[in-house]
């Protein structure tokens, strides 16, 4: 499908309609399909295999969506605690691959109490399944304090969602799915991670950049395709990214956490524009957008 996975999208026949009257076609739809999440760790002769999570993804990068997962969850503490990461084969579910395994290496004892924070998530919603209030807090991470100023151009800010939508090839063939993308400070697009729920795409470019060690997260950008939720700034926080920004508008909790991480918080970033909710670093304006916004609160 014009380049797409096969396994990450689908063709459904449906009935068109419109002003002009109806006609069958055929639309593209994003994959959901429930991936189940064990980690396996102990010493050589006694392993343990435990299931953690189930959640309901796009099918890709299963094994970046785990290990992102387990990182951003406080379940493990880095890539080097893992030994490998394999898929399970089902007999439930012949011909794909829904189970995904992380295997410790021997002596590193994963942190089970945050297991019970999640038995089962959906797309929309990666908090729907804590067992209760006072655990969606996982692990506080440290404030992400830059030893360096970071500078923040606004033009290469306002290029940030053009270059996110370029590069969102499911989203063109569905219009129905969620992107993560991480950009340098200079514009530049360092990876996407696509899926169905908003929280898997970042845990899908997390794990992808533990696995690739990408150094000095807290100096590169997210850009969110949608909104801002305590769970996504959570993650982000606790991978060490401080510097977040989102098409949509941050919630009130969000806003919150990124304030008590020291994070910068941007949101409805547009083409020629973007509200800062907090900010630790210098943004800088040009003159001409100073008069213009002068008077206006937080607001470029």
Request: hydrophobic fraction near 40%.
């Amino acid at each position: 499908m014009n380049g797409l996975p096969s396994h990450a999208v689908i063709r459904s026949a449906i009935q068109r309609i419109s002003v002009s009257g109806s006609h069958a076609s055929l639309d593209v739809l994003s994959v959901e399909e429930p991936l189940e999440i064990r980690l396996e760790y102990g010493p050589a002769n006694q392993r343990v295999i435990k299931s953690i999570s189930v959640t309901m993804r796009t099918p890709g990068n299963d094994q970046e969506l785990a290990l992102g997962f387990l990182y951003t969850e406080g379940m493990i503490s880095s890539a080097a605690a893992v030994k490998k990461v394999y898929a399970v084969k089902d007999s439930c579910s012949i011909g794909k691959e829904n189970i995904i395994c992380v295997a410790l290496i021997e002596g590193v004892e994963p942190n089970l109490a945050q297991a019970e924070r999640n038995f089962y998530t959906t797309s929309s919603c990666g908090v729907c399944g804590k067992a209760s209030i006072a655990s969606i807090r996982t692990k506080q991470p440290a404030p992400l304090e830059s030893r360096v100023p970071i500078n923040l151009d606004c033009e290469i800010l306002y290029g940030l969602p053009e270059k996110l939508r370029l590069a969102q090839h499911s989203f063109d063939a569905t219009g129905g799915i969620h992107a993560a993308g991480l950009f340098t400070l200079a514009g530049e697009l360092v990876m996407l991670r696509e899926d169905v729920g908003r929280h898997n795409a970042l845990d899908k470019l997390i794990g992808s950049s533990l696995s690739s060690a990408i150094p000095d997260l807290n100096k590169h950008i997210l850009l969110l395709s949608g909104r801002a939720s305590f769970e996504l700034i959570q993650k982000a926080a606790m991978a060490g990214i401080s510097i977040v920004a989102a098409i949509g508008a941050p919630s009130s909790l969000a806003v919150e956490l990124a304030t008590e991480s020291k994070m910068t918080l941007l949101g409805f970033l547009k083409e020629n524009r973007f509200n800062i909710y907090i900010s630790n670093v210098n943004i800088i304006i040009p003159q001409s957008h100073e008069n213009k916004t002068k008077g206006q609160f937080h607001q470029i």
